[in-house]
């Protein structure tokens, strides 16, 4: 921690992140009368508005991006499809914060969460120490890529990047690309690269399912229901889009056509030049670009020792089991945009309600 040599500053709420769910969660909190500065404060690590957003990839356009949702209060209208999502998206989240007077400090890393006394809770940050009542983490995913391990990967003498860092398609011309993963990201980046690369390899730990038909309201909500049983049994969560499948739209399925989504199984291990499976088959590379997704960045709260045997930290609704003073908005179930709004007003409901019956330290 940075020593600064002045004491915790209180408040009642500190909200950790300014993506979706912690702006929505800032947002309720100042609607329901708290302060911000005063009551609450947000903290964020990024260096400018528009959370995860802002760094994605440019080829990622506005019109591509699944399911974005309005942020509660101000609906995001007429933004231009072509447009990068990380561009529109950030606009639109600055504004959001401007807007409602959100003030929120950055760029600040929290380093980590701790017990303190008289039943608060220290957050230990890169611009000093806050001391809290009620913490809200809404720090998302994109800060922990999961990079898989196989045998023989330190020997790749071609270049492997995940896609946290994917720069856009035209960077792999004229290269061998070997794309793992078979979810949303990996399929687009595979339609993408597909015309600019030598060749493409896509492989998957399982055959992907590919959903046809209209994502009706019943079956977003039972899929929502699966991935929220995981964590209620403190197993870490899967992503919603693990649960449903991909949607075969036009673009998908022109891919599977022209053979550019021909899926194939895992490889085994990884050679200086490429991928081999056990059978003797193996595929050259020069690149080999991981699409295997993220895990909840939440290494700053393992001092409270949140986690259960099973790895995940268990939520019944937004709240922490093990510690009612803790939600976790935008965490499994609510990781989706619309999901992320209405776990912030949730978890802004159980805060009201948790600090109004805690006595407040003299």
Known sequence: ?????EAAREVDVVVIGAGQAGLSSAYHLRRTGFEPERDFVVLDHAPRPGGAWQFRWPSLTYGKVHGMHSLPGME???ADPARPSSEVIAEYFDTYERTFGLRVRRPVDVRAVREGSDGRLLVETSAGTWSTRALINATGTWDRPFWPRYPGQETFLGRQLHTARYPGPEPF?????VVVGGGASGTQHLMEIAPYAAETTWVTRRPPVFRDGPFTEEFGRAAVALVEERVRQGLPPQSVVSVTGLPLSDAIRQALDDGVLDRQPMFDR???DGVAWDDGRHVDADIILWATGFRAAIDHLAPLRLREPGGGIRVEGTRAVADPRIHLVGYGPSASTIG????GRAAVRDIRRLLAEAPVAA
């Open 1 to 5: 921690m940075k020593n600064t040599g």
């Open 76 to 78: 995001l209208t007429d």
């Open 173 to 177: 011309a004229g290269q061998r690309v």
């Open 270 to 272: 990884i050679t200086p």
């Open 340 to 343: 992320a709004n209405r776990a």
